[in-house]
């Protein structure tokens, strides 16, 4: 049997929360043939079997599958869904998310009419019965909630979509998530978080050739635990994309890096080396590291093992243009 569609879960210790997630895949509309993977990442606390309980009570004749992913981290647990996904699609739900009845059916769709989407996202509102803190219009989109552009459209130029109820070719996450090019961002480990693996995998869909795309067709309600709104909770978060923007800066030199002239890269260093020597004293430590890795992508100086690992994917996923990188 032909699968369009695999959803993934990926889950550690999610057991208090999935009840409403799983309702509300049961719920869903569609003519499709579709697959939920649950990924247990290292839970303790029965979720595995929680599920598989849940998914007998509502009756589905959607097949289940269950796989145990021990290394902690977000990444890992997705690679081993995409591993047995037999999808031409995937969609990434998180065990919070509650996707509308039409999600599936409407993420199908939109992939099939842009055969060049190769990330596609949705919006998001906080889930009913939840406490809102002050702060959460400025810092909703933090916690993949909200609008992610103004309207429907290409997002190349934010750069990333939230990994939250994203949709994915199968055959294009399995270029992504290649071994030999591990990810420099894992996000969730547990209980600590080095944040930004959406994006990273986002700009490896742009080196590999693909566009991002938002619609506000797709929607979801997002199950922020409660005990996560706190003002200390919020500097843990921010903290964490914080430790993870050194890779985002290097992803996006390598991505402009695929779309630039020898000269025009040439150009831009020069232009960087001249703004270098004029900065004051008190940026001079920040444009020197931002001139290194430009440096790293124009093949001049030693490059680090994030380099190493960008420029081994960017040949990879780019077989058709060689010596990309000096």
Not at 100 to 125: H, K, T
Request: glycine residues 8%.
């Amino acid at each position: 049997m032909n699968v369009d569609i695999s959803v993934i879960i990926c889950c550690y210790n999610g057991k208090e929360r999935l009840r409403k997630t799983i309702e509300h895949l049961a719920l869903q509309k569609t003519s499709l043939q579709w697959e939920f993977v649950l990924v247990d990442n290292a839970s303790t606390d029965g979720s595995a079997d929680y599920v598989e309980s849940l998914w007998r009570e509502f009756s589905l004749n959607v097949p289940l599958h269950i796989v145990n992913e021990r290394q902690p981290g977000l990444v890992y647990a997705r690679v081993a869904g995409v591993k047995v996904a037999k999808g031409k699609y995937v969609v990434f739900c998180d065990d919070d998310n509650w996707l509308r009845e039409d999600y599936i059916q409407s993420a199908y769709e939109l992939m099939e009419q842009m055969p060049n989407v190769g990330v596609l996202g949705g919006q998001s509102v906080l889930a009913p019965g939840i406490e809102a803190p002050e702060w959460w219009s400025e810092q909703q989109g933090n916690y993949a909630v909200g609008k992610q552009l103004p309207q429907s459209g290409f997002a190349n130029e934010r750069g990333f979509l939230y990994g939250a109820g994203m949709t994915t070719r199968t055959e294009l996450a399995r270029i992504i998530f290649d071994e030999h090019y591990p990810f420099l961002l894992t996000g969730r480990k547990g209980d600590q978080c080095l944040s930004g693996e959406d994006g990273e995998y986002c700009w490896r869909a742009m080196i590999a050739g693909y566009d991002l795309y938002y619609s506000e067709n797709l929607f979801y309600y997002h199950d922020v635990a409660q005990n996560r709104l706190t003002d200390e909770q919020l500097r843990k978060l921010l903290q964490s994309f914080e430790m993870g923007k050194e890779i985002a800066e290097k992803y996006h030199y390598a991505v402009q890096y695929t779309k630039d002239s020898v000269i025009r890269r040439l150009s831009w260093f020069l232009v960087r080396v001249f703004n270098y020597l004029k900065a004051s004293a008190k940026y001079k430590p920040r444009k020197r590291q931002l001139l290194h890795y430009h440096a790293c992508i124009c093949g001049i100086g030693k490059k680090d093992r994030e380099f190493e690992v960008i420029r081994g994917y960017i040949n990879y996923a780019q077989p058709n243009k060689k010596n990309r990188w000096r």
